[in-house]
């Protein structure tokens, strides 16, 4: 039986405002009564010809990630959408949605993520939009779903019973069609496509050794399809490649904090010639070769640089877009390749209409985000396999392949460090009082240089006109080091206050210094302008990256 019911609530809910990758909240917040249904109402609300049309839905396996699918397929029963498509047992990366969606020509795509963020029933759950381009939904629609969520006092739900989603089929439930599918199919052809697998697996298993760390997150049957069942390498290159709801109490963020047993592999005991890991929902990285981490502004540069090296690229590339806070480093090769370099906001978002356009083919984020055309997302494996293509073209070790890029183009020294639950109120005093100090630095001595530029970055997208503000906050020096500011959105506990420093450093310097030593000027007289070690009462930061 398909009885529609309207349930209503008492009054509506006003903290459900998206941020740039969606919504997320505490487990325990989503498991709230009706809170995850009326924002899926909101959602749904703000698609246009919803009624007969297709959706995506899918999550990165963490606590909850059934039960909240169950419950959309029972909203969109009851809104008459004509199909929506799910992966079997609800796993879907989110790059793999971004596929299935553009492949399947659907009006959007739930994604049930936190991404990086900890999961279980004490962690965190979050729920994204993507539209008809396979990207996050930009920042209008967003806006939309938040003030609808503000006024919204009930939804509409079926009481239809769901399938069990732990097998592929076709099912009618009323005027919907539930359609269970491999969701690992649709996007291992995909990188077939891009890349050379028998390349890289005669590469592999002629002694170069991988490990890959799935983090107990999606990406792990993705890189067991993927290294295992096609490539043919042993079942042991993928470590912690079994999903689980709490991510076996990891923290699924590919950094070399909360990676530190690969690290350790790595870096310490040498153990592999090349490591990679994925985060929570597939769409970041984290490159390590043997003895050496490879910096994310670097290896979108060094993606950029070697185009040539993949199949799916052998064309030429239209253009290179970077979030202004990762480093310059891609826009020395730009340059070099005379192809147009852009600078955008943080946010994968930003680079939709720039792709969509045709005015970039490669994309990237320092916060370990590395993407293009193929998909709307950043795409975590697809830069773990362009990483790997590379290397086997020039039969070359991670180490030998970065100091040759920088012995072309110049190191970028470059740092990320991260306070992260800090207190909302002395993150937001850190970064009022820098606001305030903008106009008296500039023509100003910092670290040692003066200061030509001092501001709060805007962009103006090139495409559509629209103009985002208060991107974060930029001190710019005559060499051109940098020193950036932000406030993420990424968290759900307190503030997380993100510091950022870059120096250049021609082919003539030092190429091979640690780069908290390069930086050491910035980041000290930072710290003796804001007193941050003081105020957050930290004596290091949480990351370092």
Same mark, same amino acid.
């Given at each position: 039986m398909n009885e529609v019911n309207v349930i209503n609530i008492k009054?509506?809910?006003?903290?459900?405002?998206?941020?740039?990758?969606?919504?997320?909240k505490s487990t325990l917040k989503f498991k709230e009564e009706h809170y995850l249904e009326i924002f899926i109402e909101a959602i749904l609300k703000s698609l246009n010809n919803l009624r007969g049309s297709t959706l995506v839905v899918g999550g990165d396996g963490r606590y909850?990630?059934?039960?909240?699918?169950e419950k959309i397929i029972?909203?969109?029963?009851a809104h008459k959408v004509g199909k929506v498509i799910i992966p079997k047992n609800g796993l879907l990366s989110t790059p793999a949605t971004s596929h299935l969606i553009r492949k399947e020509e659907a009006i959007g795509g739930i994604i049930l993520s936190a991404s990086h963020n900890p999961g279980g029933i004490d962690g965190d759950f979050g729920v994204k939009l993507n539209t008809a381009n396979g990207g996050p939904a930009p920042e209008s629609i967003t806006d939309q779903i938040f003030q609808c969520s503000q006024s919204l006092k009930s939804y509409k739900i079926s009481n239809i019973k769901i399938p069990d989603l732990d097998k592929f089929g076709v099912f009618s439930l009323g005027e919907t069609s539930l359609e269970i599918i491999d969701g690992l199919k649709d996007y291992s052809d995909l990188m077939e496509?891009?890349?050379d697998f028998d390349q890289i697996s005669d590469f592999l298993k002629n002694d170069f050794s991988l490990i890959f760390d799935a983090m107990n997150a999606v990406t792990g049957p993705y890189a067991k399809n993927i290294f295992v069942e096609k490539m043919g390498l042993v079942d042991a290159c993928v470590m912690n490649g079994t999903p689980l709801e709490d991510f076996g109490g990891l923290h699924p963020d590919p950094n070399l904090t909360?990676?530190?047993?690969?690290a350790d592999l790595l870096l310490v005991q040498k153990a592999y010639s090349f490591g990679a890991a994925c985060d929570g929902d597939g769409d970041r990285n984290m490159i390590l070769g043997q003895g050496c981490f490879v910096n994310p502004s670097d290896s979108l540069a060094v993606i950029t640089a070697n185009t040539n090296c993949v199949p799916g690229y052998k064309d030429g590339i239209a253009g290179v877009a970077r979030s202004m806070p990762t480093s310059s480093a891609v826009d020395f090769v730009a340059r070099a390749l005379n192809i147009p370099c852009f600078e955008t906001p943080t946010g994968?978002?930003?680079f939709g209409n720039l792709l969509d356009s045709n005015l970039i083919t490669i994309c990237g984020e320092e916060s370990f985000g590395t993407g293009s055309n193929h998909v709307r997302e950043k795409d975590g494996l697809w830069a773990v396999l362009y990483w790997l293509q590379i290397l086997a073209v020039k039969n070359c070790s991670v180490s030998e392949l970065i100091q040759n890029h920088w012995k072309q183009y110049g190191r970028n020294y470059y740092s990320r460090h991260d306070y992260e639950a800090i207190p909302s109120t002395i993150a937001n005093q850190i970064f009022n009082n820098l606001s305030s100090m903008l106009p008296s630095l500039k023509n100003n001595k910092f670290a040692g240089n003066l200061v030509k530029q001092a501001d709060n970055f805007s962009y103006l997208d090139p495409v559509d006109n629209s103009i985002s503000k208060n991107q974060g906050l930029r001190i710019i020096l005559e060499d051109n080091s940098r020193v950036i500011i932000r406030l993420s959105g990424t968290g759900t506990k307190g503030s997380t206050l993100r510091l950022y420093f870059e120096k250049f450093a021609n082919s003539q310097h030092n190429l091979d210094l640690n780069p908290q030593?390069?930086? +050491?000027d910035l980041i000290n007289d930072l710290d003796h302008l804001l007193n941050i070690s003081k105020?957050?009462?930290?004596? +290091?930061?949480t990351v370092i990256t």
């Open positions: 009054n509506p809910f006003l903290d459900q405002k998206p941020g740039t990758s969606g919504l997320r909850g990630n059934i039960e909240a699918i029972q909203i969109c029963v496509n891009i890349f909360y990676a530190s047993k690969l994968w978002k930003f030593i390069a930086l +050491k105020l957050t009462k930290m004596k +290091k930061p």
